[in-house]
């Protein structure tokens, strides 16, 4: 899947009135309504613009493709899972899964749980009824707006996250994680190298400038 041409911002517009709003909830909407990858999303039929992210990402490294089976945790609104349904095609797999309520998305398997759960990965496991080529997490705790708790909080998911991955990704599979600015802790980060081929972090074009947000890569889970 290419990503399709995004145009660019042009005037900025502003929302009519902000009864009722708090500054902040004012200042996302204005945000939302001036961000070309959101009126992409809308126009393609994309339920989020972070499908632009996971798009970017596979252009540069091409660890998606057709035929995979591929699970996508943290996978609401359902971005991530469109995207990889229609680059894996009808011969592929995806199961999608988040804690929130998902509408059915054609070509992927829909769970609601929360990947935190004790029984979960097990779960999921029975659903994918073999092995992934690709595990992609998405997952992101609430912001409390203070760095190092929030660090902590999306540190615990990645490697939750990486648990997973290793328990069910064949060899040469793929681990792609959320992670914030700074990046992976080391030994989080000596653990992909030890068993990964190639680790690099990732900041796609799509993601917000001002957004703490990143990415770490893992390529070819070595046997």
Known sequence: MKRASIGSRG???KLKTARGRSTSSQAWLERQINDPYVKAAKAQGFRSRAAYKLIEMNEKYRFLKRGMT???LGAAPGGWTQVAANIVGEGGRVVGVDIQDMDAIPGASIMKLDFMDNAAPDAIKAALGGSANAVL???ASSATGHRET???????LCEAALEFALEVLAPGGTFLAKVLRGGTERQLLDTLKKRFTKVVHVKPPSSRPDSAEMYVLALGLKA
Request: no cysteine; proline share 6%; glycine share 0%.
């Open 137 to 139: 997490s998405d997952m």
């Open 11 to 13: 005037p900025r517009q």
């Open 70 to 72: 591929v699970v996508d």
């Open 150 to 156: 929030d660090h902590i909080r999306i540190m615990a």
